[in-house]
């Protein structure tokens, strides 16, 4: 991992912190950025959005698909774990939290918020970060492609009706038509974008300069995207956080505990599924990290950029890093629990 990826939490809170001072000493800032909106989606925040996660589907290869019915182990703990335990395990977490343990500290409409921003993430498992962490773990590169690849087909068919599903039990009032448009605008569009450019840059240059050179172009869009991003976000949460700062610690707290229980129930059911430490580790990280870039393209969306939905979103970006470069420490040091093979 480059150094500037590896500390990815500290460029995290020095752009919560430009916000917030931006949002409190230069309100004319996100004032005028907040007229520049269409259907609740904020038009400057949408662009970065693009930036961070058009460059994550240029990497994904959807070819290798062909390859899972030859090892479908790995593939079954990922989906079972990604899809049918971690939304339901995320809503539970965050609703005993937000709703009995911190019931004296966050107002009731404030923690439906709270609880909507991590069902989003809940239902959000990671599709590009997680190849780092396979890297860091020295998991087979091939493998953890055709399980992105698998959860990424997954989410465009069950991220809406989870998330629906889920808020809906919690008393969220969800417009279909604006959940939709979300997944559209911020999976569906850039998938195929990424698809066609994918093909169109290989058919005319070959895959050895798409992958050594094309995609290198884009190393430091995402990043990029995520903190501008953020910048703008704090610059409308800043208000709120000033009145609650007792909060970012709160909602860390069942997203925290999420994260390590969803690897661990992973893993775990891979070391019993007697798969190589290769397959088992990505398989680990996927459902454990979150695709963080949909889940605050959504709550903004859904909820504003100023509501606690899009701000539990955030935090959940700012604690991530430290809690998967954790788990990796982990994994390597656990490598004798599998056969090698």
């Not at 100023?306 to 970006?317: D, K, P």
């Amino acid at each position: 991992m480059k150094s500037f990826e590896k500390y990815l939490t500290l460029w995290v809170l020095l752009c919560i912190i430009a916000g917030i001072a931006i949002g409190k000493f230069l309100p004319i800032i996100p004032e005028t950025l907040s007229k520049f909106e269409y259907a609740n989606v904020s038009i400057p925040v949408a662009l970065l959005i693009w930036f961070m996660i058009y460059p994550m589907m240029l990497k994904v290869d959807f070819q290798s698909i062909k390859t899972v019915g030859k090892r479908p182990k790995g593939i079954i703990i990922t989906s079972v774990t990604n899809w049918l335990i971690k939304p339901f395990t995320m809503f539970g977490l965050a609703w005993l939290f937000f709703f009995v343990i911190f019931k004296t500290l966050i107002p009731t409409d404030l923690a439906k918020e709270y609880l909507a921003g991590a069902v989003l993430l809940g239902a959000a498992p990671c599709t590009a970060m997680v190849f780092v962490w396979s890297y860091l773990t020295k998991g087979d590169a091939a493998y953890t492609l055709v399980q992105v690849a698998v959860n990424d087909l997954i989410i465009l068919i069950a991220f809406a009706p989870i998330v629906a599903f889920l808020l809906g039990v919690s008393g969220v009032q969800i417009p279909w038509d604006t959940l939709l448009l979300s997944v559209v605008m911020f999976v569906v569009i850039p998938l195929f974008s990424a698809i066609f450019t994918r093909i169109l840059i290989i058919k005319k240059r070959g895959i050895h300069y798409f992958n050594d050179v094309f995609v290198k172009k884009f190393n430091y869009f995402t990043i990029g995207g995520l903190l501008f991003t953020l910048v703008i976000l704090f610059s409308f949460q800043g208000e709120l956080i000033l009145q609650n700062p007792l909060h970012i610690f709160l909602i860390a707290i069942p997203l925290s505990i999420q994260t390590f229980l969803i690897f661990f129930i992973a893993y775990f059911w891979a070391k019993v599924a007697k798969l190589p430490h290769n397959i088992a580790a990505p398989a680990g990280m996927i459902g454990a990290s979150n695709f963080f870039e949909l889940s605050v393209a959504v709550a903004i969306s859904l909820f504003g950029l100023q509501s606690g939905a899009a701000l539990a979103t955030v935090v959940g970006v700012l604690v991530e890093v430290p809690l998967m470069l954790t788990l990796v420490k982990i994994a390597n040091k656990t490598t004798a629990w599998f056969p090698i093979k």
